[in-house]
């Protein structure tokens, strides 16, 4: 196997980051106030409930049916006006192509603001469905008398559009405008307006299954939205079979049979003299036991990426996710190595699914449709492989640790603080939540997403600031203030230069759903143990940003006044046939003192897979040691430390 450091050079990467599409670009626009013709309308404190009611009643269709339809759409939110990346509109997710794609050549123009996300051109527009094929949002105007632009900016009357167009769905599809949400599958699975009948059926599945369990959460204009459960809420058999054809998916795709996916597969030939491409054949998980499951962001559009990884002097990854309906490609076989995470220990014992999008704009690109076709796909994976759902385990490549010193400053830092791990959690059916008492010594870091708007820079222009957002992310401080600096991480600012505040610096920050050893409390401020130094984070018991959690630590066995730590588990040196090279053991530029302790889920042994033979169709040979090694939640990142260099100890909850 090639040991790949990044799915692109680093320079290739932080292009990528800086140059994101036009219409990507008209995304934040309305946000950062340089393009506002179409400024939202802030909707009254109790609007919103109140026009889900009202529109309801209107046009007849079941309150049920068109809160569920809207939380699977956007989950109630409004997004401040700001489309998709499909061109969506609204809390009813209203599609207006057309419009979207105009503004953006609008604002890619000479006349927009130097430094602005509007100033940012010269990129494609993302490809996907032709405009007059995005409508929803026209079609809705007409029936309910007013202008697409209302619909676009006004939430009570985007709702209102929405329940006139599942209205006249109901009636094209001759079927009555019952009070029974049963009566109304047909209509919802229309509603996305997809010609993809794998995909229209996922997505009036997911509707249904919120109306059973129910829905309660506060929007991102503040205002408190309840769905009530209805358990027996199940759409009639006559309707699921003739709008849900058989499936025959490609046989080499390896996906739940409740997801549209697709075949295209990455290359692995040779090329140029001793060069092979993209990824590895191994026989997993007979020959190497699969850990983790990598969330990764494309950082490009969809149709880039899949010329991409089709390209055998590129990376490769398992799968890509499109934004605008959730659909997977498969590239690689689970049972083959794909070079996708930057460290070859973590490659050989990963699947990599990359998720179209940009991490500085998750409005228009973390869409609802593909987080759901995430979690469908990673619970499908999990099980298969037997790998547990927890934060450990479901990392962001932004989790995956440098193999050595000299490659964690180009680590990547996808999917970012705005990635909704929590929501994400609910969806795989593992939610995040306390397992212990509030003085345990271990924390789970869990914000409320929504509230939780951390200062970040840099999502636009060199340090500016981002618009004020929810995230996954919690800031680390080197005392129990927010005027003290921010920890230090000596790996990513080698030389003693400080953590920031940039977007995509994750050298003070900690994330939804891991957790880590308490090593002091103080009022409303709680102090882990990151990276050999206590890092200090607010933690008030009102509204805590972080909970108690059940578990193990790791720390330095008795005489031991600090102890190496890894970004990857090496075999002893024995272990090595004579005809593989022994791999030096190279420890990251940290050390885990003597008094400290670190959250570990389980132990490892040493293995390294050996590329040394090159191009071959067979799997390469594992050389797998004795020696044991503990994962860590050392960091933002994973890591690990010998089993002889620590006790293991229960936390005390």
Not at 37 to 63: G, H, I, L, N
Not at 129 to 142: G, I, K, N, S
Not at 300 to 312: E, F, L, R
Not at 595 to 623: E, K, L, M, W
Request: net charge negative; charged share 20%; hydrophobic share 35%.
């Amino acid at each position: 196997m090639r040991a790949v450091t990044s799915r692109a050079p680093a320079a290739r990467y932080a292009a990528r980051a800086a140059s994101y599409t036009a219409a990507t670009a008209v995304l934040l626009v309305p946000i950062l106030g340089d393009f506002a013709p179409d400024s939202p309308q802030t909707p009254s404190v109790t609007s919103m409930q109140q026009a889900f009611e009202d529109s309801a009643a209107e046009y007849r269709v079941p309150k049920s049916v068109l809160l569920g339809v809207s939380y699977v759409q956007s989950r109630w939110d409004t997004h401040a006006g700001v489309p998709s990346v499909s061109g969506g509109y609204g809390p009813m997710h209203l599609t207006d192509a057309r419009t979207a794609l105009a503004q953006a050549h609008q604002n890619s123009a000479p006349h927009a603001q130097a430094g602005s996300s509007a100033a940012i051109s010269g990129a494609p527009l993302p490809e996907g469905p032709p405009p007059e094929q995005m409508t929803t949002l026209e079609q809705a105007a007409r029936l309910v008398g007013i202008s697409s632009r209302r619909l676009r900016t006004d939430a009570a009357e985007n709702v209102r559009g929405g329940a006139a167009l599942l209205a006249d769905t109901q009636r094209q599809l001759g079927r009555p405008l019952s009070t029974d949400p049963a009566d109304w599958w047909g209509a919802v699975a229309r509603f996305t307006g997809t010609t993809n009948s794998v995909t229209a059926a996922e997505f009036a599945d997911d509707v249904f299954a919120v109306i059973r369990k129910g829905a309660r959460r506060t929007t991102d204009t503040g205002q408190q939205v309840t769905l009530a459960a209805s358990p027996g809420a199940r759409p009639n058999a006559s309707q699921t079979q003739a709008a849900r054809p058989a499936k025959a998916p490609h046989t080499d795709v390896e996906c739940p049979a409740t997801l549209a996916c697709d075949w295209i597969p990455s290359p692995h030939v040779e090329f140029g003299d001793d060069r092979y491409g993209n990824h590895d054949p191994a026989d997993r998980p007979k020959d190497q036991k699969i850990d983790y499951i990598i969330i990764h962001d494309t950082e490009d559009t969809s149709p880039v990426m899949i010329k991409t990884v089709q390209d055998p002097s590129e990376a490769s990854w398992h799968y890509t996710i499109r934004s605008s309906d959730g659909s997977v490609i498969q590239h690689v076989k689970t049972k083959d190595v794909a070079w996708q995470a930057g460290n070859q220990f973590i490659n050989a014992r990963s699947i990599g699914i990359e998720h179209e999008g940009f991490l500085t704009h998750p409005d228009a690109w973390y869409t609802e449709q593909m987080y759901r076709s995430s979690a469908r796909l990673v619970s499908y994976l999990a099980k298969k492989y037997g790998i547990p759902l927890d934060r450990q385990h479901i990392l962001g490549h932004d989790n995956v640790p440098g193999p050595t010193t000299s490659t964690i400053p180009g680590m990547h830092e996808d999917p970012g603080p705005y990635w909704d791990w929590r929501h994400y959690f609910d969806l795989l059916g593992a939610p995040l939540r306390a397992t212990a008492g509030p003085n345990s010594e271990l924390v789970t870091v869990l914000p409320d997403f929504a509230s939780n708007k951390p200062v970040f820079t840099n999502c636009a222009g060199d340090d500016e600031p981002c618009p004020a957002h929810g995230s996954s992310a919690v800031r680390l401080y080197s005392e129990p203030s927010e005027d003290a600096p921010l920890v230090h991480d000596e790996g990513k600012h080698p030389g003693g230069e400080d953590s920031t505040f940039r977007v995509a610096d994750m050298g003070a920050r900690i994330s939804t759903g891991q957790t880590y050893a308490v090593a002091e409390r103080r009022r409303e401020w709680t102090a882990i143990w990151y990276l050999g130094q206590k890092a200090w984070f607010k933690n008030p018991p009102a509204h805590p940003t972080a909970v108690g959690a059940a578990g193990r630590m790791v720390t330095p066995k008795p005489g031991l006044e600090d102890i190496p730590v890894y970004g990857r588990a090496l075999p002893e040196e024995d272990a090595y046939p004579a005809d593989v090279p022994v791999q030096s053991v190279s420890p990251l530029p940290y050390e885990l003192s003597a008094g400290q302790r670190y959250a570990t889920q389980g132990s490892t042994t040493g293995s390294y897979v050996d590329s040394g033979s090159g191009f071959d169709n067979a799997p390469h040979r594992v050389v797998v040691g004795d020696d044991v090694y503990y994962e860590i939640q050392f960091g933002y990142r994973i890591a690990y430390v010998r089993a002889d260099d620590v006790d293991v100890v229960r936390a005390d909850g």
